[in-house]
């Protein structure tokens, strides 16, 4: 039975699609999905191996719901990072903006400009124009459409 499975399997990749159609219709009960070749085939394989070893795919789904609802919760748990990653401490960050070149210098906590101590890029970036920015978005550390036309 092993063998009549292993050729059955190794043969859908040569198969046309309308016999792949047909397989899918006796194997599956239902219209075929409208997707391309390789998906249809490696859903045929995985479901000609189900039905020779005797396995319960509902068994599996349930599995696999369950493993999804403890992996969020598991990721609600966890502090989120920022996302940026932040130049090492004594790099020093230039901006230009409205011809004046400006200078921050990243530290351990915080950022250096013009001999003043802030906690965050944003805060540098509301002091030079004076609108609220994103200061890893003014400085150039996370590229967005905004930041793109600025540097053009």
């Known amino acids: 039975m092993q063998n009549n499975v292993l050729a059955r399997v190794s043969a859908l990749p040569q198969m046309p699609m309308g016999e792949l159609a047909a397989m899918w219709e006796?194997?599956?009960q239902a219209k075929p999905p409208k997707y391309n070749k390789p998906y249809l085939v490696k859903r045929l394989a995985y479901r000609l191996q189900e039905i020779?070893?005797?396995?319960?795919?509902s068994i599996i789904e349930k599995r696999l719901e369950q493993y999804a609802k403890e992996s969020l919760s598991e990721n609600?748990?966890?502090?989120r990072g920022t996302g940026i990653h932040m130049p090492v401490a004594g790099t020093k960050l230039v901006r230009v903006h409205h011809?004046?070149?400006?200078r921050v210098t990243v530290l351990d906590h915080g950022f250096e400009?013009?001999?003043m101590r802030y906690k965050s890029?944003?805060?540098?970036?509301?002091e030079i124009t004076g609108t609220s920015w994103s200061g890893p978005v003014f400085f150039g550390l996370i590229r967005n459409k905004r930041n793109k036309e600025d540097k053009a």
């Open 99 to 102: 011809g004046i070149e400006h």
């Open 52 to 57: 020779a070893h005797n396995v319960d795919s």
């Open 113 to 115: 400009y013009n001999g």
């Open 26 to 28: 006796e194997l599956f």
């Open 76 to 79: 609600l748990r966890k502090p």
């Open 121 to 126: 890029l944003s805060q540098i970036a509301r």
